[in-house]
């Protein structure tokens, strides 16, 4: 994974996480609110402006914050310092924008728990300068948001014919509308996957271990378990 | 008390944590590859949900909305989440070093679990009082139970399936949690039909 714009100049910190290194689609995070509000595209445009908002905050102050941050203790300073980027969009999309504040319910505050901002944190933040994690914090968010706004498209337009709300005429009637639904989430979300890295020339990942944890690339116990030491 | 088989029987089976409402689908994909794993993650997280509950609803009730600080839901919740798993994984290596062997491996990957956070939060969000959302935990821990039980059964068949090259992997163990949450669907109303009127 290193190599691919690790060392490419500002551009590519920006673009990688468009396709190449797609937080959802190929780094599988953040799976729990990619499926969950992909059902209307406009709740997907909300959520990934909301998580982009608190990624590219958090990525900044994280990394102004990297040389002072003790290391023993990181990962609690990060949850936290996420945590009050999070309570910031909640209130403020409570006060500005109460109908997305009302149609993302629970999943508003559970982007605390999106590994993608705890991932970006730990992989990318704390070992970089600032105008980098800024430039990662926005490529990695409209990533998050293009894979939302994609998968949201695809359920919305074929499940219940329509787009951004606005009917399509014969859809409307022929929706297949197990697709707006929990299954029709898991099954648009496995063949994306699949078309993602059929595209990138890659195999997919395995689902196992620690993968969608967000600290599995530092974290010494993923190593174990993937070596086999530990089951 | 019926109200309480009621909610028990609508977390479980109904209103899925992981089926039908994506919460808690990292260790859902990553850790039902065998039986024993995905039970012993399973009981983690049963018991962390319940624990949290217990903690989280008298911090809400009793010290945040009281002093006017309910906008601080989210920071205070994760916090002490965080320090209870941490405090947990200490109490069972001092003290019961059998258990920390079984489940310790899992604690820390439950921190980040979204299904804990969202428990806490459902149960204030729905307006339960204490003991409902005592049960309402304890049953969305045990749906989480059921649902990694059931994919790793339906895992350990994949292994023998051969799919298509592009959906080796990860998009055919999705499209079999498709075909998995599908199946839930058939206890759709059981609780209206079970418990009318509750």
């Not at chain 1, 399509?168 to 496995?190: D, E, Q």
């Not at chain 2, 090259?165 to 075909?179: H, Q």
Request: a positive charge.
């Amino acid at each position: 994974m290193s190599g691919n714009g690790q060392n490419g100049g500002k551009p590519s910190i920006l673009l990688r996480g468009l396709i190449r290194e797609n937080p959802v689609l190929v780094l599988i995070l953040g799976t729990c609110p990619t499926l969950a509000v992909s059902t209307q595209a406009s709740n997907a445009i909300g959520m990934g402006f909301a998580a982009t908002f608190v990624l590219v905050c958090s990525n900044v102050v994280i990394s102004l914050l990297r040389n002072v941050i003790p290391d023993k203790v990181r990962i609690p300073c990060y949850i936290v310092l996420i945590a009050g980027f999070v309570t910031v969009v909640q209130t403020l999309l409570q006060a500005y924008v109460y109908s997305l504040y009302e149609a993302l319910g629970i999943y508003l505050p559970l982007i605390v728990v999106n590994c993608i901002i705890l991932g970006r944190a730990e992989m990318f933040a704390n070992k970089n300068r600032v105008a980098d994690s800024l430039l990662d914090g926005i490529g990695m968010g409209l990533g998050f948001t293009l894979a939302l706004l994609v998968m949201a498209s695809i359920r919305e337009i074929l499940g219940s014919g329509s787009w951004f709300g606005i009917a399509i005429p014969w859809l409307r009637k022929n929706g297949i509308s197990v697709l707006t639904m929990a299954p029709g989430g898991f099954i648009v979300f496995g063949c994306l996957i699949a078309l993602v890295y059929r595209i990138l020339k890659r195999s997919p990942p395995k689902p196992e271990g620690c993968l969608g944890c967000p600290v599995r690339d530092t974290c010494v116990k993923s190593k174990k378990i993937a070596s086999g030491e530990e089951a | 008390m019926l109200k309480l088989v009621s909610v028990l029987m609508a977390a479980v089976l109904v209103n899925n944590y992981v089926l039908r409402q994506f919460l808690g689908i990292c260790p859902f994909l990553g850790v039902s590859k065998d039986l024993k794993n995905a039970a012993g993650m399973s009981v983690a997280v049963v018991f962390v949900m319940a624990l949290a509950t217990a903690v989280t609803y008298p911090i809400q009730v009793y010290l945040l909305v009281p002093n006017g600080m309910g906008y601080l839901q989210t920071v205070v919740f994760i916090l002490v989440i965080a320090a209870l798993v941490q405090l947990v994984e200490i109490a069972l290596k001092k003290y019961a070093p059998a258990l920390y062997t079984a489940l310790g491996v899992y604690l820390p990957l439950i921190t980040t679990n979204c299904a804990v956070l969202g428990v806490t939060i459902a149960n204030i969000d729905a307006g339960y009082d204490f003991l409902t959302s005592m049960v309402n935990s304890v049953g969305s821990g045990l749906g989480f139970l059921l649902a990694m039980v059931i994919f790793s059964g339906v895992r350990g068949r994949i292994e023998y399936s051969d799919p298509p090259e592009a959906f080796k992997g990860l998009p055919i163990a999705l499209v079999a949690a498709a075909i998995l949450s599908l199946s839930f669907f058939g206890f759709n109303g059981i609780v209206e039909n079970l418990f009318p009127g509750v």
